[in-house]
């Protein structure tokens, strides 16, 4: 062959070796288009996610994670519960351990997955999850001194027997189907708190902060910086499924966003994203925005021990006349709801924003404006006026030392009777009588204001009675002879003497200075009060967290003043102060949120078991009263009752739709909306299904999903044996 490039020309070998290098480009060229086509992308092993958080770090110990989001979603990865909610199917699944229910609902049989280690397990001294970790964990909790009675109220009741050294029995004393979600808690070691009381369980801070679990993640180490507290996670080789691709994970917990959106580029995610007052995220552009929901609503509970809310009208008329799109738009919220029972279909609810039924169901109610009951009352003087022989201007003014004279018929009256104690004198020129009234005091005189006119026989017995109003001030005259005027005016438009347009109602009048007059589109709407002359003013308690609170407090203060219905807002500085006024009750309207996690069981909250008690003894007020509105009522506990407690889905279904039917008719509270939540990571970062999330931790329950790394793999029945029949078929020349 060399023989053969000497015998070329020099210009006809460089052409030659053109060709060379053109057939192997354009071989390596096919050969990864062959790749290429005959392979996929797949997560592969490895990189490290880092993620923002704005908190403070406490001891990561499962049991008190309960109000700490941010430690709340370490744990979820650090420790394993014996089951676990999964998100994508909003269903609770097994996780260390195969749960087994009895038909029943009362027998819970959790057997642990075999070879399970806890995370400081080693070849040379292995340390498995056992039963007696199971029987630690829960029964920990049932002790009178465990410090977080909270969670003591999930195991009430609840009898926990070990049946071997992998398998552990819960056995109720009545059915409840709920019971799994109470077996996501995650597990502990008994070792590490051997010797420690129950009662100090909340202060083992070496344990705190250097926790040891049995989760997909183990915890390396916690370092404070100038900017954050960091604490590393990393992937833990466990005996079961699923399988992590992220090898470490790295929690960065700042004091505020500002300061970490100053480290943002060394961050994957963000958790809880703040958005501007458009509603965006504030998040960079290199940042994925993905929303998403928990199940939990914000709503105005009413206190229906106060006895204002009796009156079911007021309730629903506050019900209608609450616009939560003006509610929801002013928050930058989105979800609207108007019933706690979350996992049902609610559009086609009944009581949406309407003022004008609004109004009739306070028109209704035992609250009215002045105007109506100013009018309702000058009505009932009419109407006794208007029968009977006595007649008389109903409007009068008059000085003092002046006399009203009055005139009759004594076709009707004998010369015998009295107006107001004065003898009635016979007139000689018309042939009927009269009597003067006098107006400086004594027997029969015209006071200022309303006077009762009594016309009595010699007996005493009473003929007839007329309301007369007397004044002595021209301005006052003047408007109570406009309010007279509107009043016939009124009389004759509700017995349809009158055209259309001059007709008035209940609506066209306003209440001046204790007189009606026409009502002018620029007046307020005056507060109403109740036959006793007491006002509609209500106190409304919310929390100073989140701020969001205090912005929809006064927006229902402004949409309830067009009601009608005076709204005091109270907003203590201090949480301590705002939990002592909630479990007092010390409030007519409470504007708070519930969270029903991941079994949207509604009965804590609106059975009556939930309700607080006072028997004059603080030390018999409940933390655990979840029943905001003090509502009770026997059918709702009835349902309640039923859909814990079947098994049965059309039983729970039909249960559900009679609870919300009840709740419906007695609207013990307003529901507002359900929080968006804003979650934000980076592009770089694959895999990310959040799902329907019952906490913010749960979108680590889809972590075996994410991955930063990528590799290519064959297709099914592919391999680099096949290039050389690719090469010869259509598609390699296409």
Known sequence: ???????????????????????????????????????????????????????????????????????????????????????????????????????????????????????????????????????????????????????RQNFLGVEIEKVDNRTVKFILEKPYRFF???????????????????????????????????????????????????????????????????????FRVF???????????????????????????????SFHATNYTLPQYVALFLNLDKEVFVDEKLRLGLQLGTNKQAIVNTINELVIIDTPLLEIDNTDWRYQYDPLLAQGALFSS???????????????????NSVGPLSAEPIVYLDTGASLIITGSLVDVRVSATLNGIPIEKSTETGAWRVALPTHGGTGSINMGYNLLRLEDRRGRIIDSFYIWRTTKSKEYKAASLEQKLLDQFIASRAD??????????????????????KFSTDPTDIRINNRGERLSLKLLTSARPPQYK???????????????????EIPETRAEFEKKLINRDYDILLFGQSLLDNLDSYPYWHSSGIQQFTGKRSDLRIDAYNLSQYSSLEADTLLEVIRETGNVEEQDEALNDLQERLKEDVP??????????????????????????????????????????????????????????IFSASAWQ
């Not at 035992?366 to 006794?384: F, G, H």
Request: proline content about 6%; charged content about 25%.
């Open 497 to 518: 003497e009158l055209p259309p347009e001059e007709q008035i109602v209940v609506s066209d009048l306003y209440l001046e200075k204790g007189f009606l007059r026409r």
């Open 669 to 726: 509270s307003i529901f507002l909306y359900t929080p968006l939540y804003t979650y934000a990571y980076n592009t770089r970062l694959n895999g990310i299904r959040l799902g329907k999330p019952s906490l913010h931790s749960d979108r680590f329950l889809t972590l075996h999903r994410w991955y930063i790394k990528e590799d290519r793999q064959f297709k099914s029945g592919k391999s680099w044996m096949s290039v050389i029949p690719w």
């Open 1 to 151: 062959m060399f023989r053969l490039f000497r015998v070329f020309a020099k210009h006809e070998r460089t052409i030659l070796y053109c060709f060379i290098v053109l057939f192997f480009i354009s071989f390596a060229v096919l050969l990864r288009r062959f790749y290429i086509e005959n392979t996929i992308l797949v997560p592969d092993r490895g990189g490290t996610y880092i993620e923002g958080s704005v908190g403070e770090l406490q001891p990561l110990i499962p049991w008190f994670t309960v109000t700490n989001d941010v430690n709340r979603d370490i744990v979820s990865l650090v420790f394993g519960g014996l089951q676990k909610y999964n998100p994508e199917t909003k269903e609770i699944e097994d996780d260390l351990a195969v749960l087994q229910v009895s038909s029943d609902n009362r027998i819970y049989t959790v057997r642990l997955i075999e070879n399970l280690e806890w995370h400081d397990s080693t070849p040379e001294n292995p340390h498995y999850v056992t039963s007696d970790d199971v029987l630690f964990t829960f029964q920990s909790i049932q002790d009178p001194d465990f410090p977080n009675s909270l969670l």
């Open 255 to 285: 004091p505020d966003y500002n300061t970490l959106l100053s480290d943002i580029r060394n961050l994957d995610g963000i958790r809880l994203v703040p958005r501007n007052n458009e509603g965006e995220p504030i998040v960079p552009r």
């Open 180 to 250: 799994a979600s109470n077996l996501t808690l995650g597990l502990l070691p008994s070792k590490s708190f051997e010797g420690v009381p129950i009662s100090k369980y909340d202060q083992v801070l070496d344990f705190g902060f250097e926790p040891i679990g049995a989760g997909p993640y183990a915890f390396k180490g916690l370092v404070q910086t100038d900017l954050s507290v960091e604490i590393t996670l990393e992937r833990f080789s466990r005996a079961l499924e699923p399988f992590y691709h992220l090898e470490r994970i790295v």
């Open 551 to 569: 912005g929809i407090a006064k927006t229902i203060q402004a949409q309830w003043a067009k009601l009608g219905v005076h709204v005091g807002i």
């Open 366 to 384: 035992d609250w009215n404006l002045p105007e109506k009951v100013r009018l309702q009352r000058l009505l009932e003087k009419w109407e006794a």
